[in-house]
């Protein structure tokens, strides 16, 4: 798959980047892109748009196993960056089943599943952390407050 600065791009901007944290098909690339994560949340202004869900894990609606993968490299990604350099992209209505597929399935959460996903995978986070998570974030990086 490539060196950390190949998997994130060549446009990681002193004014702030945004990455979604897809294909992660297997060991040996998720310790690349743990890699290319880690270094990329050491830029102060990289932020990161947590979307499409199932582009990282293909069919992850499909059973509790594959939630918790999703729910581990979403918390893990959190982690790295911090609630307040995460957003939830809220892009469902634009293309549901790429939220559980990439592209190759019609499967897909409804509103209410995704969003209770992403209640769960935050579980335990304080409601301060939920907030920039859920809206925060995204109201800063975009400017606007």
């Known amino acids: ?3 950390p600065r190949a998997i994130l ?9 945004g990455i979604n944290p897809n294909d992660i098909p297997d060991e ?17 202004n990289a932020y990161v748009k947590l979307s499409m869900l199932g582009y ?4 992850w609606m ?11 490299l979403v918390r893990e990604t ?6 307040g350099r995460c957003m939830v992209a809220w892009n469902w209505h634009v293309n549901a089943a790429v939220s559980d597929a990439d592209s190759h ?3 897909g959460p409804d509103a209410i599943e995704l969003l209770d996903m992403m209640l ?8 301060e952390e939920k907030e920039r998570l859920f809206s925060g974030t995204a109201k800063e990086f975009y400017r606007l407050d």
Not at 9 to 17: A, E, F, R, T, V
Not at 62 to 72: F, I, L
């Open 1 to 3: 798959m490539g060196t």
């Open 9 to 17: 791009g060549n446009d990681l901007l002193d004014d702030g980047s």
């Open 28 to 44: 040996d690339e998720l310790k690349v892109w743990r890699e290319g994560m880690t270094a990329m949340a050491a830029l102060p």
């Open 56 to 59: 990282a894990v293909p069919g």
């Open 62 to 72: 499909r059973t509790p196993e594959r939630q918790s993968v999703v729910k581990s």
């Open 78 to 83: 959190v982690e790295l960056f911090g609630a």
């Open 105 to 107: 399935s019609q499967v």
């Open 120 to 127: 769960w995978f935050f579980d335990g986070y304080s409601d």
